[in-house]
């Protein structure tokens, strides 16, 4: 299958193109979201694709939204995409598309965190907390917190840094019964996803779920769930306490960045992104098969 880096739909107007998703109106209460074989790091997308991620992606979604569907509504219709596009646009929707209720989104990021990682573990070094809130002394990087913690995050706009802020902030942003369900909503998700994943052989160390109000004000789960884009994944074999442990997610990437030179002196993770190799490309887009593997065969 051709790698999509962009679409070209006629056929429906374009509301937006994300970093990884572009989202077209299908009448006023459904969209059509298509997942491009785009990748972004360090809130930068980069200049080639990944083959096939936007299927793998679509299909890792598709299978979590399903699995946990007696937890809470999701956005899913169950229309074919293939049906609402003219028939030289079908290629652009096979495999990467579903079409969803159009829902009025809350502009919080749900994250939840299971064990210490990435920009958690550094701020537990700096102040014992995660987000401001305290945790147990002694913790190593990588460790498995006693329970999982709810660390929302504001959205940003396209192209800015999204912003860890506190429960409190989530209240006062939109109220305390609603903040309330959706912590215990997220929390409750990362907990059967993550007792699933462990019998695949995968530690899901953090996640993030977005929510959307219906036209009734009933909370659904929308977006994308539990991806490689979306979460931490890390392999049982190889995950140890005090490491960085290898992951199914784009930390291959991150990781080449992170020592990508341009015009001699360290990429500073502002745009243009710097031309990926192959192999990293290749070794990527091989994490994400392997991990859809894994979780549904």
């Not at 991806?227 to 306490?241: H, K, L, N």
Request: proline share 6%; hydrophobic share 40%; net charge negative.
């Amino acid at each position: 299958m051709p790698a999509l880096y962009a679409t070209s739909i006629k056929s429906l107007p374009l509301l937006s193109k994300g970093k990884v998703r572009d989202v077209y109106a299908l009448g006023d209460d459904k969209l059509l979201m298509i997942t491009t074989d785009r990748l972004s790091a360090f809130d930068v997308v980069m200049g080639e694709p990944i083959p096939e991620k936007g299927v793998v992606l679509n299909q890792m979604a598709n299978f979590w939204f399903d699995k946990l569907a007696a937890v809470i509504p999701n956005h899913l219709t169950g229309i074919d995409p293939a049906t609402v596009v003219a028939a030289d646009e079908v290629d652009q929707v096979k495999g990467r598309a579903v079409v969803a209720k159009r829902l009025k989104p809350i502009m919080v990021e749900a994250v939840v965190r299971g064990y210490l990682a990435g920009s958690g573990w550094k701020d537990y070094k700096d102040t014992g907390k995660v987000c401001g809130i305290p945790l147990p002394e002694g913790l190593e990087n990588a460790q498995k917190l006693p329970e999982p913690i709810f660390t929302p995050a504001a959205k940003a706009e396209a192209g800015e840094h999204d912003e860890n802020i506190t429960f409190a902030k989530v209240v006062e942003l939109i109220g305390e019964t609603l903040a309330n369900q959706i912590r215990e909503v997220s929390i409750r998700l990362y907990k059967e996803a993550s007792e699933y994943a462990a019998t695949r052989g995968i530690i899901i160390a953090d996640t993030k779920f977005e929510f959307g109000l219906d036209d009734a004000g009933q909370l659904v789960l929308m977006d994308e769930i539990l991806t490689a884009d979306s979460s931490r994944f890390w392999p049982a074999e190889t995950y140890y306490v005090g490491s960085n442990p290898p992951s199914y997610d784009k930390q291959f990437v991150r990781d080449w960045l992170e020592t990508a030179m341009v015009n001699g002196k360290l990429w500073p993770k502002t745009a243009p992104a710097p031309q990926l190799p192959v192999e990293v490309i290749e070794k990527t887009a091989q994490k994400y098969r392997e991990a859809l593997t894994r979780l549904t065969q």
